[in-house]
């Protein structure tokens, strides 16, 4: 269990996520936790999903990005945002920039799944492509110094990290039981926000933030107690995967309130996909599922409990989901 005295002070606290959750609602859905009864009898634990994949844009990114332009000053909201971002947050941006009026450019590697810049594109954003995410988060940062424009980090970003805790918050009022939550993690937003209102409601219930054992940055970093240079190599979860700048501000959050940071492999992010499929009739890309994919490879640590699966997206092209499933399942 975290202990309290060890959280960073000045950062994201429980009031600010409740404030996010007052401007963000009438810009995102509540999603629903259902209960997985299937996951349940493979566990032995009572498992219930958090259907972010629900979400308006298919994932949970819409919450910190209509968070960060609602709390725009006017100066801003007149100069816009630029951000780059691997499909997701500019989706969110994109959308959010759709309702508020508010001018969104988003930097994309030439990687980004087609399905993704497409809805960016149908939301009004403005889209240029560099050859890699970094390329692309060095051009945002760039463009956004010359032209004035607020840059917006999908992570790295005070906002973010709050809109994104309110997926704590509804947890946390749908099942106060729960005694365990597993969420996917990238940069950190989504994970530190998430536990941050967990550990201020509830400081008994653990939260483990889950990523791939291609990129695996917060669990080394966490493993070490401190930020370390971290090998990462190529992922199907590219939403959560990357380079991490160790001095973003979601690691002492992650390093203070998140209990676990465990690893998936790429074949079990596979398989949870098709299970997803098979069991619920879901279709979750891969930067969405991990955290059922830890339920299974950790099983043993869960059984008995209670477990929250944070299901984060489900933005993937038709034809690359079925060549995935396909995978699993040979």
């Not at 550990?199 to 483990?208: F, R, Y």
């Not at 992650?254 to 398989?271: N, P, T, Y």
């Amino acid at each position: 269990m975290t202990n309290p005295a060890q959280r960073p002070m000045g950062s994201v606290t429980l009031k600010d996520i409740y404030a996010a959750s007052r401007r963000i609602k009438a810009t995102v859905c509540r999603t629903p936790l259902e209960p997985s009864q299937e996951l349940s009898a493979l566990v032995g634990a009572q498992v219930r999903l958090k259907m972010e994949n629900l979400q308006h844009t298919g994932s949970f990114k819409l919450r910190g990005a209509a968070n960060v332009l609602a709390s725009l000053d006017a100066e801003q909201r007149s100069t816009g945002v630029i951000a780059p971002t691997a499909g997701n947050h500019g989706l969110g941006l994109a959308c959010a920039g759709h309702v508020t009026g508010i001018p969104v450019s988003i930097y994309l590697p030439h990687s980004a799944d087609p399905m993704k810049v497409s809805a960016m594109k149908n939301y009004g954003a403005q889209v240029t492509f560099f050859d890699s995410i970094e390329d692309a988060r060095q051009a945002a940062i760039a463009a956004a110094q010359q032209s004035g424009a607020t840059f917006v980090s999908a992570y790295n970003n005070e906002q973010m990290i709050a809109g994104g805790g309110t997926v704590g918050l509804e947890i946390m009022e749908d099942w106060a039981d729960a005694d365990v939550i597993l969420v996917n993690i990238g940069g950190g937003g989504l994970a530190s926000g998430i536990a941050t209102a967990i550990k201020a409601i509830n400081p008994a219930a653990e939260v483990w933030a889950i990523q791939s054992e291609a990129s695996p940055t917060f669990a080394r970093w966490k493993d070490a107690g401190e930020t370390i240079p971290v090998e990462i190599t190529s992922s199907i979860a590219e939403g959560i995967s990357g380079y991490i700048e160790p001095e973003t501000m979601t690691w002492p959050l992650i390093r203070d309130r998140v209990d676990r940071v465990l690893l998936v492999s790429e074949a079990e992010i596979k398989a949870a996909m098709a299970l997803m499929l098979n069991l619920h009739r879901h279709v979750v890309e891969p930067s969405g599922v991990p955290a059922v994919a830890a339920v299974l490879r950790y099983a043993k640590e869960l059984s008995g409990r209670n477990a929250v699966c944070v299901v984060s997206g489900r933005n993937i092209s038709g034809s690359r989901y079925l060549g995935l499933v396909n995978e699993a399942t040979r």
